[in-house]
């Protein structure tokens, strides 16, 4: 059981959200141990706790919301701190939406890492999946198995000749996610992009913040980062979703066709199965979830 960590320092970032395509800045800011991470719309007086309990919305993204105020697209900057292992944050943001940056989490990964990360005097409790669990929702299926460590196997398949079916299972630790996961970017399907802005999405949408994908192949100039980087992507989209029930998740983490729905529609049936898990902590009880 490690200890609980926070950042060293301050550290802020912004730009254009995907969806919205409205403009906004973010600091992250250290927070005390057991605060967990805490999103504060500056602009509407209000704070979201990183939890299931707060997601309003999660269509193309994953939005928090309470009190009538929301945060689109919190999936990559939870994937990060996830990935890196920050558990206390305070994140304040003026706007609606955090920045894409460029698609990935690599950007923020980086900052982070230069800026550094704080061990806290308490450990940290994880949650150890005890019995298989699983989850069917139309196509798309997620399973979670007991295993020694925090492993994730992503099947992706998709009617396109540059992407067919993807499939990619690391065991992931800090250093992996830094360069494997975070800098694969969002990627979506030049058939589509006229339907998403009308419809609200992808308003802020462009080839430097996304990989698009045309019928005759990549319309980026800059190519791909990895030959998979969209089941890459979509590991990273896992992680930072799977972020919101509050503790790490020891186990492997098997997710077929998954989506953001998909992933918090998984997230609520552990929750709801005690006889699945864990909670492993300094003083071992195991406490009970709610969830709506």
């Avoid at 558990?87 to 706007?95: H, P, S, T, V, Y």
């Avoid at 953001?260 to 195991?286: A, G, I």
Wanted: aromatic letters at 8%.
């Amino acid at each position: 059981m490690r200890l609980q960590r926070t950042l060293k320092q301050e550290v802020s970032f912004e730009g254009i959200g995907l969806h919205s395509g409205q403009y906004s800045k973010v600091r992250l800011k250290p927070a005390p141990r057991d605060t967990g991470i805490i999103f504060i719309r500056t602009d509407k007086g209000v704070t979201i706790k990183a939890s299931v309990n707060s997601v309003t919305d999660t269509a193309f993204s994953t939005t928090l919301g309470y009190n009538g105020a929301k945060i689109r697209t919190v999936e990559h900057i939870l994937a990060t701190l996830a990935g890196l292992g920050i558990d206390n944050l305070f994140i304040e943001i003026n706007g609606p939406e955090i920045p894409i940056l460029d698609g990935s989490s690599t950007e923020l990964t980086s900052l982070i890492i230069k800026n550094g990360i704080a061990k806290q005097s308490k450990k940290r409790p994880y949650l150890i999946i005890a019995n298989p669990i699983s989850l069917t929702d139309g196509n798309a299926e997620i399973v979670a198995l007991p295993y020694n460590g925090r492993k994730i196997t992503y099947v992706i398949h998709f009617n396109h000749h540059l992407l067919g079916i993807q499939k990619l299972s690391l065991d992931l630790n800090e250093e992996n996610f830094a360069i494997e996961i975070a800098p694969a970017r969002t990627f979506g399907f030049l058939k589509d992009v006229e339907y998403l802005r009308a419809n609200g999405f992808a308003k802020g949408g462009s080839f430097d913040n996304a990989i698009i994908l045309g019928e005759s192949g990549i319309l980026n100039s800059s190519g791909l980062r990895f030959k998979d980087e969209f089941v890459r992507h979509k590991i990273l989209d896992l992680i930072g979703d799977l972020s919101l029930i509050g503790f790490p998740i020891y186990g492997h983490i098997i997710a077929n066709k998954s989506g953001h729905s998909t992933n918090l529609k998984f997230l609520k049936k552990l929750l709801s199965h005690p006889d699945c898990w864990e909670l492993v902590s300094e003083t071992s009880h195991q406490p009970e979830f709610s969830y709506t």
